[in-house]
């Protein structure tokens, strides 16, 4: 009768135990070679037309935004961008310290700070100009002062103008300032240009989004709102011709020093594109990605000829398509 094998003697001979050995060194070395090719960096699955990201938008740029990233994920149905819409401070928060944000859209450049802090984690943000936007001033129906001179305005924002009749003999009520929220680039971009450091005045208000300006302004005859023109662009927008019925747009004139001055302009495509209109700013993408991902893919979209065409049709100045200007006598 044979006997069975002895299994542990088995393992036990010269040769499997070798084979054991080179078995296990083979894995460790392996793994130590996946970790080596790695450098310990993290897997990205996104490409430039696939995947998921987010990325930051200054509020006052949903309307444009919305729509490029609509058509962007109906072009390249496996591209899902998730945006954050916020005021200025909050996005350039978010593009600093959050590290799941691509890239941000607002109207100005890194200051020096911010590039020194991008400097200091070898970061080197790309930046992009895709627009030419206008800060938009609205009032009440009921409001016959529809037009102010640079001056006059400077007056309003500084407060040495308080009340509608010393802007040109209108009503006698109190002229309140409503911007859409503290922190937001259409209150950071009025105190630069008329306040420098010194604060607004106190009939200064903000509300909660540039929307809520134009409802505030609707239902009080004292107030001039400050909104981002693309919230009232689009002429093809329904909510947009609701908005317009509810409010009417003030036209400005340039500084005195300007050769245009005495001639008021609303923030229209033209006016905007031969800078009649004073209260012109720049828009930009600012891209961190660092590689070519989704967020490079989707900043070029919006930089490239559909991304430009849409700005246009949208009622906002685009960086890189010519604007057509007829002029009729």
């Excluded at 009032?139 to 010393?166: C, H, P, R």
């Excluded at 020093?257 to 828009?283: E, H």
Aim: hydrophobic share 40%.
């Amino acid at each position: 009768m044979k006997s069975k094998p002895d299994n542990n003697s088995f393992l036990n001979q010269p040769w499997i135990a070798f084979s054991k050995m080179l078995m296990g060194a083979c894995v460790v070395a392996g793994v130590f070679v996946t970790s080596c090719g790695n450098h310990g960096k993290p897997t990205f699955t996104d490409t430039p037309s696939s995947g998921e990201i987010s990325v930051a938008c200054d509020e006052s740029y949903q309307p444009i935004m919305q729509v490029e990233t609509d058509t962007f994920m109906g072009l390249y149905k496996y591209a899902k961008v998730q945006v954050k819409y916020l005021p200025e401070a909050q996005v350039f928060n978010e593009l600093m310290n959050n590290d799941s944000i691509r890239f941000a859209v607002v109207s100005r450049e890194l200051n020096a700070k911010e590039k020194e802090a991008f400097d200091a984690r070898h970061l080197i943000p790309r930046t992009v100009k895709i627009a030419i936007d206008a800060v938009a001033l609205v009032v009440n129906n009921e409001n016959i002062d529809t037009v102010l001179t640079y001056e006059k305005l400077a007056g309003i924002i500084s407060g040495k103008i308080s009340t509608w009749k010393q802007v040109d003999g209108g009503m006698e009520d109190s002229i309140r300032i409503v911007f859409d929220r503290n922190g937001s680039s259409n209150t950071r971009f009025l105190q630069e240009k008329f306040l420098g450091s010194a604060p607004f005045p106190k009939n200064t208000y903000a509300t909660n989004s540039n929307a809520a300006v134009m409802d505030y302004v609707s239902q009080n005859k004292n107030a001039l709102g400050v909104i981002s023109v693309n919230w009232i662009s689009d002429r093809d927008d329904p909510g947009v011709n609701e908005f317009l019925q509810k409010v009417k747009v003030v036209a400005i004139s340039p500084p005195d020093t300007s050769k245009d001055a005495g001639n008021y302009f609303k923030p229209y495509q033209a006016y905007v594109y031969l800078k009649q209109y004073p209260l012109i700013r720049d828009v930009y993408i600012i891209n961190r990605e660092g590689r070519n991902g989704l967020g490079t893919g989707f900043a070029s979209f919006i930089a490239g000829d559909q991304g430009q065409r849409l700005l246009k049709l949208m009622g906002m100045l685009p960086a890189t398509m010519p604007v057509r200007i007829i002029q009729f006598k």
